[in-house]
């Protein structure tokens, strides 16, 4: 019997993933100065991918496409849900239990999205291994659009596009749509993606195009730790290459950089290396969080992404945060030192997946997303702080090597009714399911 044509989901799962992830990322951006607006828009889009990339699961596990799933590496995805659920116990004492529960849902929300995103990537890759889905291209395609958008709106809309800072004096990239450092993060790890991309593709001339786009939004952004970032991203990415030419670029492009960087990170715009050694008032503000706001709650601090019994925390000597800008005191304040414990953990274990699945495909994946990610949590709102993409882009990392499909053909584990299904389906279409 001929095989019939695969079915239109499973043709186009690639483009599919690509916009729906698109979509989960846009959906941290404001799309409008009314708040009600973003609110609606960013509901809509967040929780409507979580809902749709659940439905494609579903609509696999109906086609036939049964897989069970050996899970490994536990620790961190297990810490991370041990974070959350104390973070949703916290709403018992939180100083704003209304915020607390936004952006606990949010969180959450978007961890649950992630795990049927893995699992949908596992399934698919599993019973379609000649279509493989690439995590690096989907995330390069995701990205890209949001780049070219922000290229195309600093030209025609400049006023909109980007954020005067120092009285106007500097202009960043990024303006009320997106603090120009998330920007920049996001724009060094489509980069850093992009050129793994490239170095994997016969035409060369989209994966140039993204690392051109990438780079250009990363500039525009004036983003420090974004930049530091990248240039760490591709130093480790180029060691770890095999050619000498790549690696001989590399210490002529150091060279030539370092100048370079030194002006844009230490005397930007005059700011001088104090503003630098600061952190841009950052270091006094710390220093206040633990002398004065964690004494007063430190064992289960304030409530989730509550820094302080008010909207706004102010020490003697301060200037007033509603965040930490940075997520490992952001989430001592939070939940104490409990929630301390918890998260540092979970970030502990998720570097040891990486280390002991370095070799894997999913390696320089890691890698890319990790640096730039890590090194805004020390500077923004980072992976344990209020809703951003960097929390999903860690949420990712957390979850990445826990799958491991089972041999299709001798699965002890699916039910009768999965291996029936998965009998239609493979005589169907045609498939072999050796191994």
Known sequence: MKAKRLPFLVRNMELLLILILLTMIAGYFSIAEEKIINQVFKTIS???????????????????????FT??????????????????????????????????????????????????VAVYNRHFPERTINLVKVFSWAIFPIMVTFIVGSFADPDTFYRGMRGGAEQRLGGWIMNPNELGMLASINAALSYVLLQKSKNKFWGILMVIAAIFVLVATSSRS????????????????????????????IIVAVPLVVRFV?????????????????????????????VREPWLGFGYMRINYTDYFQGLYTYPGRMTHNTFLQVLLNLGFIGFFIAFWNAVT???????????????????????????????????????FGILFWQFLTTLFILEPTNLS????LSQVQKLRLRKFSKRYNLNYKN
């Open 46 to 68: 967040r929780v409507g991918m979580a809902g749709v990339i659940g439905l494609i699961f579903l609509q696999l596990s109906g086609l036939g496409c049964n897989t069970s």
């Open 71 to 120: 899970y490994r590496h536990l620790a961190a995805p297990l810490l991370y849900v041990l974070y959350l659920a104390l973070g949703f116990a916290s709403l018992l004492w939180s100083s704003d239990w209304q915020y607390s529960a936004l952006q606990w849902f949010m969180n959450t929300e978007s961890f649950v999205f992630v795990a049927l995103f893995v699992h949908v």
């Open 226 to 253: 974004s930049v530091i970032g990248f240039l760490l991203i591709m130093g480790i990415l180029i060691l770890q290459s095999n050619s000498k030419k790549l690696k001989i670029i590399l210490i002529g492009g």
């Open 266 to 294: 230490i005397f930007k715009d005059d700011g001088g290396i104090d503003e630098v050694l600061s952190m841009t008032g950052r270091i006094p503000f710390w220093k206040a969080l633990l002398n004065e706001g964690i």
């Open 350 to 388: 998720t570097v040891r997946n990486f280390w002991k699945e370095r070799t894997s495909n999913y390696g320089p994946f890691f890698i890319v997303l990790f640096i730039p990610v890590i090194i805004n949590s020390f500077t923004e709102f980072g992976i344990f702080g209020d809703a951003n």
């Open 410 to 413: 001798n699965s002890k584990t």
